[in-house]
Nanobody, 123 residues
Framework: QVQLVESGGGLVQAGGSLRLSCAAS????????MAWFRQAPGKEREFVAA????????YYADSVKGRFTISGDNAKNTVYLQMNSLKFDDTAVYYC????????????????WGQGTQVTVSS
């Protein structure tokens, strides 16, 4: 089992920045992918960004390209999501996700999920 705990959410004005963190614990894997998803009220959960275990590959949703950056710290088993130039439409609960192995980052099937952290952008 893998446990994921997100932090860093909050209220920010449009144009501002936030950095989300996701700490993983439990079973360890040599290769894995981690990702961020989000779900706005009344909408389905959508993919935001993903990164592989080495940090050598990342993948972003078109809606956040150029504004969000995903990164990882293997020593801390933590993945980050730096969010800049936030927009009202970025308001959502953000979820961290994990899967073991090595897959195409454009495939969005993940095995473990965190509880989520709320991001609210005021216009």
């Amino acid at each position: 089992q893998v446990q994921l705990v997100e932090s860093g959410g909050g209220l920010v004005q449009a144009g501002g920045s936030l950095r989300l963190s996701c700490a993983a614990s439990g079973r360890t894997f040599r290769r894995y992918d981690m990702a961020w998803f989000r779900q706005a009220p009344g909408k389905e959960r959508e993919f935001v960004a993903a990164i592989n275990w080495a940090g050598s590959s990342t993948y972003y949703a078109d809606s956040v390209k150029g504004r969000f950056t995903i990164s990882g710290d293997n020593a801390k088993n933590t993945v980050y999501l730096q969010m800049n130039s936030l927009k009202f439409d970025d308001t959502a609960v953000y979820y961290c996700a994990f899967r073991a192995g090595w897959a195409n980052l454009g495939v969005f099937d993940y095995d473990y999920w965190g509880q989520g952290t709320q991001v609210t952008v005021s216009s």
